[in-house]
């Protein structure tokens, strides 16, 4: 009887915060078990912005391989990636964005080797990210498998590899476990904006770029009535900060607006808020989102992306049409009215997220996936 063969793999990314991709890999990594053996793979700078990515993978005990880098377009890595398929210990490669991707692409010129790429969407903010985005779905055309995290990712990725053979879809999943808090949540609301007891506090955090759709929240807030008190707390940094200031001054919005920027302890802000509101024109599945429902808070985001795997409307939460400042303002007034509905909704979104979206279920999928390019 032929032994099984064990998928070996490389899981390589290329970022020096936390953000989406990197937590989808880093929550994988906890759910591995004896039927793969997994090596996390990064890059290391000379001067990073950032090593937060690479000390969290240090902190919880993953199998590490770190490549030098050190300048832009260094080919050091791909001959350190080389050697080490060179020496046998690995028989796949999965890459998260274009530089894995880019690796993997000329590693396969190389060695005999199987390449997953996984693909968790795309910014829009200038045309230098455009130019990676372009590359990616390029390179992507030649991996022996891609997973994407939305539908809507599956669709393109079918189009770009001119049929859905080799395309799979996994959803994005939630650790039950994974937000931290210090139990500050009344404090960061009255720090904020002072005694809002009576009001409603919104809350939308992630990236401020282009694509989030910020600027169509601000605007749904400006045309909201006074008879509730509304305040809304942005948490994240990006491009569009300065942008989405001026705006809220330029709206007579400023005072109700807080942008506090990147913070730790999210559970804390989760828990400040009454509602998470997603305004994003394109999304694969937001971790936000799930993070969101995990800390019991309903969900009004736009229809993009999976969401509609998520979002049940009326039961866990609510869409809107994505770029519509009017519709969003509108179903905001409605919801805003009614304290109790959202409690109840928030609950209910907690309870509705498992087992659909837990941890266990994802790495199973991928794992099966890993089985399946080996054809074992």
């Not at 949540?185 to 694509?211: H, T, Y």
């Amino acid at each position: 009887m032929t032994a099984r063969v064990k998928p070996r793999v490389l899981n390589l990314i290329d970022t020096y915060h936390v953000g989406g991709a990197g937590k989808v890999l880093l929550q994988f990594l906890e759910q591995c078990d004896d039927r793969v053996a997994c090596t996390l793979g990064s890059f290391r700078y000379r001067n990073p912005p950032s090593t937060e990515f690479i000390d969290v993978a240090r902190k919880k005990g993953f199998d590490l391989a770190l490549f030098d880098q050190r300048f832009n377009f260094d080919p050091a890595p791909l001959w350190q990636v080389y050697r080490l398929f060179k020496s046998g210990d690995f028989n796949i490669i999965e890459t998260h964005g274009y530089k894995g991707h880019l690796i993997a692409w000329m590693l396969r010129k190389l060695l005999p080797i199987r390449w997953i790429g996984m693909t968790h969407g795309w910014t829009d903010e200038n045309a230098k990210i455009r130019f990676y985005n372009r590359l990616e779905r390029s390179l992507l055309k030649s991996a022996d498998h891609v997973i994407t995290v939305s539908p809507q990712l599956a669709d393109t990725m079918c189009a770009v590899r001119g049929g859905d053979n080799g395309v799979s879809l996994v959803l994005n999943a939630v650790d039950p476990d994974s937000l931290q808090g210090q139990g500050l949540a009344e404090e960061i609301r009255k720090g904020q904006f002072g005694d809002i007891a009576n009001g409603v506090l919104l809350g939308s955090f992630g990236r401020l770029s282009p694509e989030k759709g910020h600027r169509f929240l601000l605007e749904a807030l400006a045309r909201i009535d006074n008879s509730v008190p509304v305040s809304l707390l942005l948490v994240g940094d990006g491009p569009e900060r300065e942008n989405l200031q001026q705006l809220a001054e330029r709206l007579g919005i400023a005072g109700r607006v807080s942008f506090v920027g990147q913070k730790q302890n999210m559970r804390d802000y989760y828990d400040a808020i009454d509602l998470f509101v997603l305004p994003s024109l394109s999304e694969g599945l937001p971790f936000v989102v799930l993070e969101a429902m995990l800390s019991g808070k309903p969900v009004l985001a736009s229809r993009v992306g999976a969401l509609s795997e998520v979002i049940e409307e009326g039961n866990n939460g609510w869409m809107v049409p994505a770029g519509k400042a009017d519709l969003l303002a509108a179903a905001l007034g409605s919801l805003l009215k009614d304290r109790h509905r959202l409690e109840s909704v928030g609950n209910k979104a907690r309870q509705m997220l498992f087992p659909k979206f837990s941890p266990r279920r994802q790495a199973d999928e991928v794992i099966r996936i890993y089985q399946e390019v080996l054809g074992v």
